[in-house]
């Protein structure tokens, strides 16, 4: 079992930046990959970006690619997400996950976090 909770959240100007985290709990963390996706009303959940625990594997959506970075703290079960260059198109409630596998889609992943709202203001 994997615990998920996200925070970081809240409202900044287009241009801004903000730092998402995800502090995890669970037995085998190391055997997840960590996923970020965001998701607005109506909508399907979108891939965001993921990363191994140990780092070896790092993969960002195109829309987000060279503005965000994923980075992890494996002594504080933390995933984190450092948000740069912020778009209004950015807002949504951002989701943590983890995954058995390295993948893209949202059902593939097991475990979630409660999400964070983002809001980008133009």
């Known amino acids: 079992q994997v615990q998920l909770v996200e925070s970081g959240g809240g409202l900044v100007q287009a241009g801004g930046s903000l730092r998402l985290s995800c502090a995890a709990s669970?037995?085998?963390?190391?055997?997840?990959?960590m996923g970020w996706f965001r998701q607005t009303p109506g909508k399907e959940r979108v891939f965001v970006a993921l990363?191994?625990?140990?780092?070896?594997?790092?993969y960002y959506s195109n829309s987000v690619k060279g503005r965000f970075t994923i980075s992890r703290n494996n002594a504080e079960n933390t995933v984190y997400l450092e948000m740069n260059s912020l778009k209004p198109e950015d807002t949504a409630v951002y989701y943590c996950?983890?995954?058995?596998?390295?993948?893209?889609?949202?059902?593939?992943?097991?475990?979630w976090g409660q999400g964070t709202q983002v809001t980008v203001s133009s």
């Open positions: 990363t191994s625990w140990s780092g070896t594997g790092i």
């Open positions: 669970g037995r085998t963390l190391s055997s997840y990959l």
């Open positions: 996950a983890a995954a058995g596998k390295f993948t893209t889609r949202a059902y593939e992943y097991e475990y």
